[in-house]
């Protein structure tokens, strides 16, 4: 790739290194310089520029990133589509993330243009989660790089996936010493249940016996003659030996002891047994508060179907000084141990959807357009699928012009619905009506009319994919050949200004005002630029095509 000062005359097809503005124009790094951008720069008295070309050899960054990422991603993932270099993966389903180290760090080593970042190994990751993400560094990268990397990412399958939970049965067996008070039984199970609450399994059985290897070998029977998948055992005393109660109940009831001990603090007397296919756990005694400890490093494999054996525990020192993290804090001495809320693990941004239904349709010359049928079913409806079909969440419907009609044709579909009843005062009341609606803590909404009925959820997905303020992304426009379009994702910090329009006006002037935040996204059809006004227009687009399934 070559890279530096070129002449502006000499620019046109290069690629931009740094954002320009220019007047009221501004040119974003990365823009591949058309004939009118190289006129707009020689009027702006600009005689060089910095910027890039690719040799026959290089492969641009969005397709490099694509490249990679496909190999990359595997059972349990997704994959969004490339943005300025950067392809994201996604978790498909809540679960853990399983990931070949060595291939990792023999890709990252492979050249400096292409990078593969993960969350650590068997993070438990959300639906919709972040978990890794391919950079391309440079404006591209050389292509044998690209397909070296791509071909240590497919050894053997996919280098990254995400192992999603499965529900499973568990038996809950506690013992006793004299002595030891029946409350801190109940509040062991209430701990033990709401742990296992957390990741879609249930307790099916629990016994109390006393602590000594007879009492407790016949309730491990009884606990595998109920069909549950993993016994779990509490005991009244820590484990001090594989000969200690616990492991000797284990073996007298057919069973073997597979490992004992654990390099994860706290939670070093953890014991792994096995009777016939099914899993019994002699649990350290830190399993009876909520806090991490590694009791919840084995259970979350466990209950993603990953192998767990002597030589995994024995693997999990890297890491497993859990004492002082901020997720288990020394406890005080004394304090009283109790269920805490499970927090999910962090997740990308919240992202809302405005459909904006109020409007008078007043060229329409009088029926109302959102009614229109469209492919057998009202577009406003079809437009609310669309809007649906993506990631966006909560869908908030504005209604004002004939209201109960919308409300009907919107039936049940999810979508949240919103009054304005000064919709006759213009788009902005909607507006404003809309994003007062939407909970704390959304990061962005996609604002879109009621007659786009072409829009897919693709296109809402790749307006989402591309948003990230911290880069300079807060206004997300769609562009069909050189053309913007709606609908436009706008960042939350925008919210304020957008409720204090007044008329029949929309955001648009705040694109021209905040232009160096705006990213286009091209766009592959024109369904971006397509909405419906007229009853021509209505009868032209019947004419030519039917919207595709959301």
Known sequence: MQFGEIAVADAEGAILAHSLRLGT???????????????????????????????????????????????????????????TGRANIHAAARGVLVFDRDRLDRLNLVDEAVTLGTLPAFSVVEPRQMVATVKIIPFAAPREAVEACAAIAA????????????????????????????????????????????LGCRVVSEARCAHETAALTREIAAALATGAEIVLIHGASAILDRRDVIPAAVVAAGGQIEHFGMPVD?????????????????????????????FDWVLERLVADIAVGRDAIMRMGAGG???????????RAGAEVKPTPVV????????AALLLAAGRSTRMGGPNKLLADIDGAPMVARVAQRLLSSHARPVVAVLGNQADEIDAALGKLPVERVRNPAFADGLSTSLK????????????????????????????NRLIAAFNPLEGRAIIVPVRRGKRGNPVLWASRFFPEMAGLAGD???????????????????DTDAVLVDIDTPEALAEFRGKAKPTAA
């Open 25 to 83: 124009v501004a040119l974003k790094k990365g823009r591949v310089l058309s004939a009118a951008d190289v006129a707009a720069l020689g009027d702006a008295g600009l005689a060089q520029v910095v910027a890039a070309r690719l040799d026959p050899g290089d492969i641009g960054e969005n397709e490099a990133a694509a490249r990679v990422a496909a190999t990359v991603a595997g059972p349990g993932t997704t994959t969004a589509e490339p943005f």
């Open 155 to 198: 050894e053997g399958g996919p280098l990254l996936r995400v192992a999603a939970f499965r529900a499973k049965s568990f038996a809950l067996v506690q013992t006793r010493l004299p002595g030891l008070k029946e409350s801190i039984l109940d509040k062991t199970r209430e701990v033990t249940e709401a742990r296992l609450a957390a």
């Open 266 to 294: 706290p939670g070093n007397l953890l014991l792994l047994g096995r009777v016939g296919k099914r899993i019994v756990l002699g649990l350290p005694g830190c399993a009876r508060s909520p806090k991490v400890n590694g």
């Open 321 to 331: 000084l859990l004492a002082e993290i901020p997720s288990r804090p020394q406890p």
């Open 344 to 351: 999910k693990s962090p997740q990308g941004p919240r992202i």
């Open 433 to 460: 009506c809309g994003l007062a609606a939407l909970p704390a803590g959304i990061d962005g909404a996609i604002v879109c009319l009621g007659d786009m009925p072409l829009i897919t959820g693709r296109d809402l």
């Open 505 to 523: 006006v929309g955001a648009k002037h705040l694109i021209g005002e905040h232009a160096e935040l705006v990213a286009e996204v091209e766009m």
